[in-house]
């Protein structure tokens, strides 16, 4: 009996300790975003003073599975070439490989702010002019270095690539501002940023001038039309998993799928049901500003996106049954250029160049 009760006690003090451990072990991160503050550990929750995103509760594990979820892509993996590391996370840093390309880091006068960026050029023949891209961000406080993978696409498909640092966030002068209410004013900033970006372009002795487009995620949805109105001037979009819906219906969307944290959110299908129920305040509709562009825009989503309302957001752009835009549905990719159970880079090239050469910008 006593040997027993000797036994019992041990079992009880390990399991104790085992708990203990768990409890110890226990962090929290801010939500998955594109700024380097999403691996940061916490000992408490709340909201992050970088990007303003929730501070949750996340085993490493858990941490690495919401990345995955959310599509997050993983490095290229590339033997030779020059390799070049961009992103300032650990689990976002996206590898820039082209076999011959030059880089020249400018600033551009917006307004009354400087922005700060780099031009990339692939290998051009002296006198060549060639088709150009300017990325515009998702959300978060990113810089250039975010854009690592958008880069390699404009390289890789042999365009001039513009990429700078969002206004407020890196070497980029003015005010970064994250909140949601003030969206329509943010977008706006943003955008004017993309256009005084296409002026300084334009006068680019290495660029066709015709055929200069943007290109961007998520965020970039709602921005890059914005700058298509402002300056119509602009010869294409290509927008990667951005919505079609409204800001304050997409933030309802992610909530109910708790976006990055699937374990714990509603399925895809049962939030895409339930976004029929969302009363609240729109923010900001994108609605009135497509219906108004002629500009040929190719809207890119993922089947998996736990993000953006995918279902809603091409039922709106089908009921405008615009000509000039072009949808493209890519199997098993989250809100990113990943395949969500792999992990690994989809074929953008294949996808974003056919299309280009379909409107004339790529022969």
């Given amino acids: 009996m006593k040997e027993k009760s000797i036994i019992l006690f041990v079992f009880t003090l390990i399991w104790s300790y085992a708990l203990i451990g768990q409890e110890t072990s226990k962090k929290y991160y801010c939500t998955p975003c594109n700024s380097p503050c999403d691996v940061k550990a916490y000992d408490k929750p709340g909201v992050c003073d970088v990007c303003n995103m929730p501070i949750i509760s996340l085993t490493e594990q858990e941490l690495k599975e919401s990345i995955a979820n959310a599509g997050i892509p993983q490095p290229l993996e590339l033997v030779y070439g020059e390799i070049e590391e961009l992103g300032s996370s650990p689990y976002r840093a996206s590898r820039l490989w082209i076999e011959e390309y030059s880089r020249k880091h400018i600033q551009i006068k917006s307004g009354e702010i400087m922005?700060?960026?780099?031009?990339?050029?692939?290998?051009?023949?002296?006198?060549?002019?060639?088709?150009?891209?300017?990325?515009?961000?998702?959300?978060?406080p990113t810089t250039q270095y975010n854009l690592g993978?958008?880069?390699?696409?404009?390289?890789?498909?042999?365009?001039?690539?513009?990429?700078?640092?969002?206004?407020?966030?890196?070497?980029?002068?003015?005010?970064?501002?994250?909140?949601?209410?003030?969206?329509r004013h943010i977008f706006s900033d943003l955008a004017s940023d993309l256009v005084a970006q296409l002026q300084w372009l334009k006068e680019q002795p290495e660029v066709d001038t015709g055929k200069i487009g943007m290109m961007g995620p998520s965020q970039?949805?709602?921005?890059?039309?914005?700058?298509?109105?402002?300056?119509?001037?602009?010869?294409?979009?290509?927008?990667?998993?951005?919505?079609?819906?409204?800001?304050?219906a997409e933030n309802y969307f992610s909530?109910?799928?708790?976006?990055?944290?699937?374990?714990?959110?509603?399925?895809?299908?049962q939030a895409d049901k339930k976004?029929?129920?969302?009363?609240?305040?729109?923010?900001?509709?994108?609605?009135?500003?497509?219906?108004?562009?002629?500009?040929?825009i190719l809207w890119q989503f993922g089947t998996h996106d736990?993000?953006?309302?995918?279902?809603?957001?091409?039922?709106?752009?089908?009921e405008l049954n615009k000509p000039n835009f072009d949808i493209k549905i890519v199997k098993d990719v989250g809100h990113g250029s990943a395949n969500v159970h792999t992990g690994k880079y989809e074929d953008f090239v294949s996808i974003i160049k056919p299309w280009l050469k379909k409107i004339g910008v790529f022969e």
Avoid at 306 to 318: A, G, H, N, T
């Fill in 275 to 296: 976004l029929k129920d969302f009363s609240g305040d729109p923010i900001y509709d994108p609605i009135p500003v497509i219906r108004d562009l002629n500009t040929r």
């Fill in 255 to 269: 909530a109910l799928t708790n976006e990055n944290n699937m374990p714990k959110g509603m399925s895809i299908e």
């Fill in 149 to 183: 993978y958008y880069i390699y696409l404009g390289l890789k498909m042999g365009a001039v690539v513009l990429a700078c640092d969002k206004r407020g966030v890196g070497n980029s002068e003015g005010e970064y501002d994250a909140s949601v209410k003030n969206s």
């Fill in 115 to 140: 922005l700060s960026g780099a031009i990339y050029y692939p290998r051009i023949a002296p006198g060549q002019k060639v088709p150009a891209f300017i990325l515009a961000h998702g959300s978060g």
């Fill in 220 to 248: 970039a949805g709602w921005i890059m039309p914005i700058a298509a109105k402002m300056d119509r001037s602009f010869g294409f979009i290509v927008s990667l998993s951005g919505p079609a819906v409204s800001v304050g």
């Fill in 306 to 318: 736990r993000s953006v309302p995918v279902d809603e957001s091409i039922r709106r752009l089908k």
